[in-house]
């Protein structure tokens, strides 16, 4: 087992939870998709997991270096270390984790998601599609047990986006990925399990052979309480 | 009218405006305890009239080329406004924001110390409206100098070249850094010429408080978060931003030095210690401030130049150095 924890409550305001009483246990080498409507929660779980959101209580210290050293995250919004290009932010954070790039794996990454030619360029100068595919390489790259992803698939064109799916799929290998969406395309297409998020809830949670596309629709057109 | 400057009120103020009574209440604070302190001074109208100038064509400029503001007013510029509406809501209230919380305390504490102040404040007034006027101008006009680099061919990371290219793409830090140093330069004769020499140390903290570099993370939100997430930060971020503020400090406290040499007269050689200690306890001070209390519920950038938690720093080295003044003294 992975990650496991139980009765997570998560705040902004104390006393105002967005995240009420959530239970959650990943195991090693899945792919668990969260999908849920605007609002339901998804980014907050991702930042409090990642251990960049301080309000929360569960008995878990998702700031410890020791989780921290397990899991890299994509966020949703992110224009981190501009005045880096790709090259040296990739340092960076493999210095971060104390890690040594494999050179022919990004090779290949940066190949499938057509992102080449903007190696050299200063992040703060890609396009946003570009800026995502920098971050996603880096994870990809990484190969640590958790890989959380944000919405990944917002901004990436129709190849890149194939490609993310491809990967994401393939990350079995290191570990598992743990990543938000509200393309139900995305979900289905790669994961093996599916958490329908729901008010700071899980709602309903579809394993395997049930993952289908009209079933988690509705679910999602089922009107709120 | 009223609607556009209501929006962008909300902007500067917060939702219901909040920033309006906390900075009223501040400016009342800092009246209130130089008033109370019965110390008077006769500043003369022309320095007043400069600083007024200064600060407020300086905050100006800082909130127009800041990309938060550029990212705020983008919405409202692609709607089909009157040009001449908008300038003159959004004029509105970034004066009033300007006034409630930087130039208004320089009157403030006028008022608080100066003797004859009416016409300090009708001085005041003026040089507050025209520099406004002329920093809205220019600042609105002026497209923001982005720094381009065409291609970058290093492939290591180096987080000071990071933090320097930060530095160039946003010119108020070097601006300001570069003002700090000036004003070394001239600290040296004031507290020389007062013939207190063993208050040299004062001049050292006064050197280190170049407070703008201590919130380059807090400044880009997204990169604090992402460094918060990253482990091993202490190596790759702590120490490289730590060694860019104790040069600044080490150049700062360098210049007072010399300065001091050529105008005043000899230093003692443990002063040259001191203040390569006061530039290094200051640069990791405030770097560990800045890693571990990061400023991120700001709303207009420019308010992070002002903030309190930005002179605990400051205000530490500054104990010190009165502290070490009366020891040697």
């Known amino acids: 087992m992975l990650l496991d924890f139980n009765d997570l409550n998560v705040w902004y305001r104390k006393g105002s939870p967005v995240i009420r009483d959530l239970s959650l246990t990943l195991g090693e080498h899945e792919v668990v998709g969260l999908i849920g409507l605007n609002g339901a929660g998804k980014t907050t779980l991702i930042n409090t997991i990642t251990g960049v959101h301080k309000g929360y209580s569960g008995g878990v210290n998702f700031a410890d270096r020791d989780f921290k050293l397990c899991r890299y995250t994509v966020f949703s919004e992110d224009t981190s270390f501009q005045f880096y290009s790709f090259n040296e932010y990739l340092s960076h954070v493999f210095a971060s984790y104390g890690k040594e790039a494999d050179a022919e794996c990004v090779s290949k990454l940066a190949k499938g998601f057509g992102f080449e030619q903007y190696r050299t360029t200063l992040i703060r100068n890609l396009s946003t599609g570009n800026r995502r595919k920098a971050y996603l390489i880096t994870g990809f790259a990484l190969g640590l047990p958790l890989l959380l992803l944000d919405e990944p698939v917002n901004g990436l064109d129709f190849q890149s986006t194939e490609y993310l799916y491809e990967q994401i799929n393939g990350y079995c290998e290191f570990g598992t990925v743990l990543f938000s969406s509200h393309v139900l395309e995305s979900i289905c297409l790669t994961s093996d399990r599916v958490l329908v998020l729901d008010g700071g809830a899980i709602s309903r949670e579809f394993k395997q052979n049930e993952i289908d596309a009209v079933a988690i629709r509705e679910v999602l057109n089922e009107p709120t309480d | ?329």
């Open chain 2, 1 to 329: 009218m009223n609607r556009l400057i209501k929006a962008n009120m909300k902007i500067f103020f917060g939702a219901r405006y909040e920033g309006v009574l906390r900075s009223i209440v501040l400016s009342g604070i800092v009246y209130l305890a130089l008033a109370s302190s019965g110390f008077k001074v006769n500043i003369a109208v022309p320095v007043l009239a400069l600083a007024t100038v200064f600060g407020t064509a300086t905050a100006f400029v800082v909130v127009l080329q800041s990309e938060n503001t550029i990212d705020n007013i983008r919405g409202q510029l692609m709607l089909p406004e009157k040009p001449q509406e908008f300038h003159a809501a959004f004029f509105c209230s970034l004066a009033a924001h300007t006034l409630l919380t930087k130039s208004g305390l320089l009157l403030f504490a006028y008022l608080a110390v100066s003797e004859g102040p009416i016409l300090g404040i009708a001085v005041f007034s003026v040089s507050y409206i025209l520099s406004g006027a002329v920093a809205y101008a220019i600042g609105f006009c002026s497209e923001k100098q982005v720094i381009t680099y065409s291609r970058v061919t290093r492939t290591r990371h180096s987080f000071i070249l990071y933090l320097l290219r930060y530095l160039f793409g946003n010119k108020t830090y070097i601006s300001n850094t570069v003002m700090q140093w000036a004003f070394s330069c001239f600290l040296a004769p004031i507290i020389g010429e007062s013939g207190f020499a063993a208050a040299m140390p004062l001049g050292f903290a006064l050197c280190c408080m170049n407070t703008p570099l201590g919130i380059l993370l807090s400044s880009d939100k997204t990169l604090c978060q992402k460094v918060h997430s990253l482990p091993s930060q202490s190596s790759t971020v702590f120490i490289p931003y730590a060694a860019i503020v104790m040069t600044a400090n080490l150049i700062g406290c360098g210049l007072y030095l010399a300065s001091w040499s050529l105008l005043v007269g000899g230093i003692p050689a443990f002063m040259h210690i001191v203040a390569v200690c006061f530039s290094v306890l200051g640069a990791f001070l405030t770097v560990a401030l800045e890693l571990r209390f990061p400023l991120l519920n700001w709303k207009v950038e420019s308010d992070l130049w002002r903030h309190p938690r930005k002179y605990v720093v400051a205000g530490t080295l500054l104990v010190l150095a009165a502290s070490l003044s009366f020891i040697i003294g």
